[in-house]
């Protein structure tokens, strides 16, 4: 199965700080798209930052922002300036020929 | 954005019985619709792509006959839960459009 694998189950950040969430994918592909989303307490799946394979330069957005290493399969999210509100669930996934998979999730809290 | 609604937001049915989850697309049209299934503490992982006015298709593993698909409109799609068991119990949550961008607000379901 080509799978999405986030090693961090959980993950502490002091306000302000930066903090990295980890994610490696496995696939086949050459062209696909990766995702990290967030899920509050609200549940609501909340997308925070895409980024397209065959794009090179890095996405971001506001302050998150992806290291895509598509050799490595690597797909990190850093939160820099980090807010009480982004305390949540992060999901990494992956999407190519109609496959959808995500990972199993890093639980980010923030400490005031 | 585009905004995507559930209904119920909870429900709970006693085992044998059916239970319908509505997905609508509220301020676009959306050919299709996909339904996800979370259970506690995991991630999510896509049960089917639900198609207007064909046949939804199912992910390897999902029973076509225990989660019926209708997709009567441009707008609504609708998930029914047939002769609900216990182990059916999960939170369902709906994407339109396409399965990565905009998410319903879940529905969670308790079969007694």
């Known amino acids: 199965a080509q799978t999405v694998t986030q090693s961090q189950p959980e993950m502490s950040v002091q306000e302000a700080e930066t903090v990295t969430l980890s994610c490696t994918y496995d696939t086949s592909e050459s062209d696909y798209y990766l995702f990290w989303y967030k899920q509050p307490p609200s549940r609501q799946m909340i997308l925070v930052i895409r980024?397209?394979?065959?794009?090179?330069q890095n996405a971001t957005e506001n302050r998150f922002s992806v290291n895509f290493q598509k050799a490595a399969k690597s797909f990190s999210l850093k939160i820099s300036d980090s807010q009480l509100g982004d305390a949540a669930m992060y999901f990494c996934a992956r999407y190519n020929n109609n496959d959808m998979r995500f990972g199993a999730g890093t639980r980010l809290t923030v400490k005031p | 954005g585009a905004v995507v609604s559930q209904h119920p937001s909870w429900v709970i049915c006693k085992s044998g019985t059916s239970v319908k989850i509505e997905c609508r697309s509220l301020?676009?049209?959306?050919?299709?619709m996909f339904w996800y299934r979370q259970f506690p503490k995991q991630s999510l992982m896509l049960m089917a792509t639900s198609n207007e006015g064909s046949k939804a298709t199912y992910e390897q593993g999902v029973e076509k006959d225990k989660f019926l698909i209708n997709h009567a409109s441009l707008t609504l799609s609708t998930l029914t839960v047939t002769s609900a068991h216990p182990e059916d119990s999960s939170f369902y949550i709906c994407s339109a459009r396409d399965p990565f961008s905009f998410f319903g607000p879940g529905t969670r379901l308790t079969v007694l």
């Open positions: 980024q397209e394979a065959y794009k090179q």
């Open positions: 301020d676009f049209q959306a050919t299709t």
